[in-house]
């Protein structure tokens, strides 16, 4: 009897642990089930992440030859070829995008235009000349941007896509002057808050620009008054192409702006493109050409400016580097411009 007791409560406990384990067995599987399904969502964002962050590092460094062309000479003129460089950003470990940088000279330019953000080390100076040197022999303009003035600075790309950069005045300086100096003894012409005039390829340009507007460096009132009129070319060059300076050069009578600072975008969308400029310029325009037009006022000459009444061309490189806390490029290689001026018809 005693047995029969002891074993019908066998019997009921091997029953109970039974069905307590097929429960939390149940229970463990669906625990699996989750976790599994959270562990490849997981996984997947993070290959996802590695391979944009792996495909962003490669692109930075393929670096890209645009071959642009607009019409802003006078009827009848030859063509005339500008190399745009922008963006350089080197440190003396660049010797790839030196090597590039030189090749450069074979396309034979009538000029050549720097729009600034040359430097990233303070002892870049001689990586600088060394990358530009087989054109130097060429005439050239320059203008300085912040990065040229100050030791590159951690980048917070959040704040970056919410606003323009500002100025950390805890950052060293550097060897700018260096700079200035080496590309001037080679007949280079600084713009940074300077006007003149300059022959390229037979013609006659009358030139101008700004020190950067992104730093307030800039000091239009210096260089303004209306562009020579009788001058092939009325260039205007700045490093940060914002809207105040674009306007300027406009109502001035530019017909063409160059400038860099944008990156193009830096981090763009396939199949949409710049997010960000960091500066006031809007993101449609944040590389290549397009118009800057001044909206007519309701008053007096309604015409749009530039030299064929349409607005003054403005061409904006995506440069060659980045900021050496944020080497990555996505949708937005590094570049170099051949615009190929031609006569207005
Ligand atoms: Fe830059």
């Given amino acids: ?28 599987r669906g625990i699996v089930v989750g976790v599994s399904r959270t562990s490849t ?17 490669a692109e930075a460094h393929r670096y890209t030859l645009r071959r642009r062309e607009t019409a802003v000479l006078p009827a009848g003129q030859p063509r005339l070829r500008v190399l745009h460089i922008s963006d350089l950003h080197l440190t003396p470990r660049h ?28 002892e870049a100076v001689p990586t600088v000349m060394d990358a530009l040197d087989p054109l130097l022999d060429r005439p050239g303009l320059f203008v300085l941007g912040s990065n040229d003035y ?7 790309p959040w704040r970056y896509l919410m606003a323009p950069s500002a100025l950390d005045k805890q950052r060293a300086t550097l060897p700018w ?37 992104h730093i ?21 060059v700045t490093h940060a192409p914002y809207l105040r300076i674009l306007d300027a050069m406009a109502d001035d009578g ?6 860099g600072h944008t990156h193009g975008g830096q981090l763009c969308i396939p199949g949409y493109g710049a997010l960000v400029t960091n500066c006031d310029l809007p993101p449609a325009q944040a590389s290549g050409l397009s118009r800057h037009a001044r909206p007519w006022n309701g008053s007096g000459d309604p015409s749009f400016g530039g030299v064929d009444g349409r607005g003054t061309v403005l061409h904006v490189s995506a440069g060659l580097g980045t900021s050496p806390y944020a080497p990555v490029r996505f949708a937005c290689p590094p570049e170099a411009t051949l615009l190929t001026l031609t006569a207005i018809d």
Wanted: hydrophobic fraction near 45%; proline fraction near 2%.
């Fill in 1 to 28: 009897m005693v047995f029969r007791v002891v074993g019908t409560e066998l019997a009921w406990h091997c029953c109970e642990v039974r069905r307590q384990w097929g429960r939390s067995e149940l229970r463990g």
């Fill in 41 to 57: 969502t997981v996984l997947g964002v993070v290959g996802a992440a590695t391979a944009g962050l792996a495909w962003s590092v």
């Fill in 95 to 122: 010797q790839g995008r030196v090597e590039w940088v030189r090749r450069l000279a074979a396309l034979d330019p009538d000029l050549v235009v720097v729009t600034g953000d040359f430097l990233a080390h303070r």
């Fill in 150 to 156: 100050y030791e590159p600075g951690i980048v917070r």
């Fill in 177 to 213: 002057g260096d700079l200035v100096k080496g590309l001037g003894s080679a007949g280079w012409l600084d713009l940074s808050n300077v006007r003149g005039t300059i022959e390229a390829g037979g013609r006659h340009l009358d030139v101008r620009g700004v020190d950067d507007p």
């Fill in 216 to 236: 307030h460096r800039d000091r239009y009132d210096e260089v303004a008054g209306a562009f020579d009129a009788d001058a092939d070319l009325a260039l205007g």
């Fill in 254 to 259: 530019a017909g063409l702006v160059l400038a």
